[in-house]
Structure formats: structure tokens, C-alpha cells
């Protein structure tokens, strides 16, 4: 199986966690897109009622409604069920990046309005130390350069998201900027550092945030918990 099949396999797999009534997190991500579709098969047949979707980025939003699941705001809604969610990296010690595809702000948010959180990721992704995948940080427009420069002297090597030969925008407007760290010795420092440094809004580093870990593995899918 290629790369894409065990995101696909992982995806579909997440989908039985689901049950009728539930209010459920949408993460955003290729891996993702197969859960969404998969979930929407069961919702058009009926296998799967009254579900309520709570999305992670525009995008998705557009998907599950496109397939007839309903979609509310987070606002309107007091708690959230069970939120599944795609990642780039997940350390031995369930650590993980996330914000690959630029929605890490408004995942945190959907995260930790949630009562239980599944990530889904194809084995590639499973890591002894974070670091490798450039950690993403989302910041304001406002002053964005100064802290890009910040990020330089402190040597966290930062590039700029560009989307063609804009900067990428989020769907809250900000920009983002990858630290192309290598390893990160102390992931609960860094973010820490990271979140007090003004304009910046939120950082790609989801630290004891996730139950279970989906797997897709050449085996078939693998839960992690
Ligand atoms: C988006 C994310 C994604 O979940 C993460 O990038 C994994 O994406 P994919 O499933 O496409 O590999 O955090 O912001």
C-alpha cells in the first residue's frame, strides 16, 4: 500500500469510533478527507444519525456539508464528543505537530473544546522525538517580520508558509511561519516560549492533548493508546 492508501485506511477505520448522536470534532488534512467522506457515506445511508460536525478549517466545512453532515459553529455548541484529526508528526510519548495545512489555530481550539481526541495518521508519521517536520506557528500580520527576525536569532532556522508568491493565509487572516528545527529536545518548553512571544498565536505543538493514535500500517490499522 502506498502512502495514500494508509491514509485512506486510517481514515475509514476512525469512522466506528463514531456513534449516532454524537457531536464530532472534523480535523482538516488529506488524511482526514477520507474520514469525512467515509463519514458522510454513513450519514447518507442512515447507518449514522443525528450527527453534528464541528470543522477545523473552511475547507472542511465545505466537504461535510457538500456530503449532507450537519455543520455547526463552534460557538452554538457546548462540548464536543470525540474530535478526529490528522497529524504530521506523533513522538513515542503521543506528542505531536500538527498545522501542516495551516488550520493548527482553529484545531487547537476544536481540540480542546473536545472530550476525547483521535489522531489518524499513516505510519510515516510515528517518530521518536519531534522536531523534523518544520513546527509551525501561526502569527499576526501586524509586526510579523520582527518576529520572523526573532525566530532567526535565536537560530530556530524560520521560513515563511507561502501559498504561490503570497504568504499562505490562515482562515483567521495570520500568517505562518515553519521553524525548521531538526529535534526538539523540550517540547513543553518551547511551546511555552513560543505562545508568550507577542504576536504569536498559536504554535503546531499539540502536548498531551490526544487519547488515541490510528495507525495505518501495511497490517492494517493499529490503535495507539
Ligand atoms: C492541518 C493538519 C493536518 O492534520 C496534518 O497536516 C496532517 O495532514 P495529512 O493528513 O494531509 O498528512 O494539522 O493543519
Redesign the pocket.
Known amino acids: 500500500m502506498n502512502q495514500d492508501e494508509l491514509?485512506a485506511q486510517t481514515g475509514q477505520e476512525s469512522v466506528k469510533y463514531i456513534k449516532s448522536g454524537m457531536t464530532v470534532g472534523l480535523?482538516?488534512?488529506?488524511?482526514?478527507r477520507y474520514m469525512v467522506d467515509e463519514l458522510g457515506k454513513q450519514v447518507q445511508a442512515g447507518k449514522l444519525t443525528n450527527i453534528t460536525g464541528v470543522t477545523?478549517?473552511r475547507r472542511t466545512a465545505k466537504q461535510a456539508q457538500d456530503l449532507g453532515i450537519t455543520i455547526k459553529d463552534i460557538d452554538d455548541i457546548d462540548h464536543i464528543d470525540l474530535c478526529i484529526?490528522?497529524?504530521?508528526e506523533v513522538s513515542d510519548d503521543f506528542q505531536g505537530i500538527?498545522?501542516?495545512?495551516?488550520?493548527?489555530l482553529w484545531?487547537k481550539i476544536v481540540a480542546n473544546a473536545s472530550n476525547q481526541i483521535i489522531w489518524?495518521?499513516d505510519e510515516s508519521?510515528l517518530v521518536h522525538k519531534l522536531g523534523k517536520f518544520p513546527l509551525?506557528v501561526e502569527v499576526v500580520p501586524f509586526g510579523a517580520q520582527l518576529v520572523f527576525n526573532r525566530f532567526e536569532r535565536k537560530g530556530y532556522k524560520p521560513s515563511w508558509r507561502m501559498d504561490g508568491d503570497q504568504k499562505f493565509l490562515t482562515d483567521e487572516k495570520n500568517y505562518i511561519i515553519d521553524l525548521h528545527l531538526g529535534e526538539i529536545d523540550h517540547p513543553e518548553k518551547l511551546a511555552d516560549e513560543l505562545i508568550h512571544m507577542v504576536g504569536v498565536v498559536e504554535t503546531?505543538l499539540f502536548l498531551n492533548r490526544v487519547n488515541d493514535v490510528i495507525v495505518g500500517t501495511q497490517n492494517g490499522p493499529k490503535i495507539l493508546h
Do not use: R
Request: net charge neutral.
Open positions: 491514509k480535523g482538516t488534512g488529506s488524511t482526514v477545523t478549517s484529526d490528522g497529524a504530521d500538527k498545522g501542516g495545512g495551516g488550520a493548527l484545531e489518524i495518521v508519521k509551525p503546531g
